[in-house]
């Protein structure tokens, strides 16, 4: 059974940082493209960063220049380093797997983990 379990979220002051981490299973975690997405109270739910099987990385511009994706092959984890947070980070943050038709064809998938709270406040 395929499973990605976040941790990390917290409350923390404006200014602060967190690091969340994303655990996947090992059966799906270097063929998938990993992405970090967040969802605050009465808005959709929206991308934060990407980063793909081959490590590019992607962000939204609302985390360009204070948040940085990684990924532990090793540990078959994925991170989100937060810098700088603000008021308006917050949100409940999901860790998503994905492997797209054009590479797993048949076998495509996408998965979410179950969201970890985030809150940004003083």
């Known amino acids: 059974q395929v499973q990605l379990v976040e941790s990390g979220g917290d409350l923390v002051q404006p200014g602060g940082s967190l690091r969340l981490s994303c655990a996947a299973s090992a059966s799906i975690f270097s063929r998938s493209d990993m992405g970090w997405y967040r969802q605050a109270p009465g808005k959709q739910r929206e991308l934060v960063a990407k980063i793909s099987s081959d490590s590019t990385t992607n962000y939204a511009d609302s985390a360009k220049g204070r948040f940085t994706i990684s990924r532990d092959k090793a540990k078959n984890t994925v991170y989100l380093q937060m810098n700088s947070l603000k008021s308006e980070d917050t949100a409940v943050y999901y860790c998503?797997?994905?492997?797209?038709?054009?590479?797993?064809?048949?076998?495509?998938?996408?998965?979410w983990g179950q969201g970890t709270q985030v809150t940004v406040s003083s």
């Open positions: 998503k797997a994905e492997c797209p038709f054009g590479r797993c064809g048949r076998e495509r998938y996408t998965y």
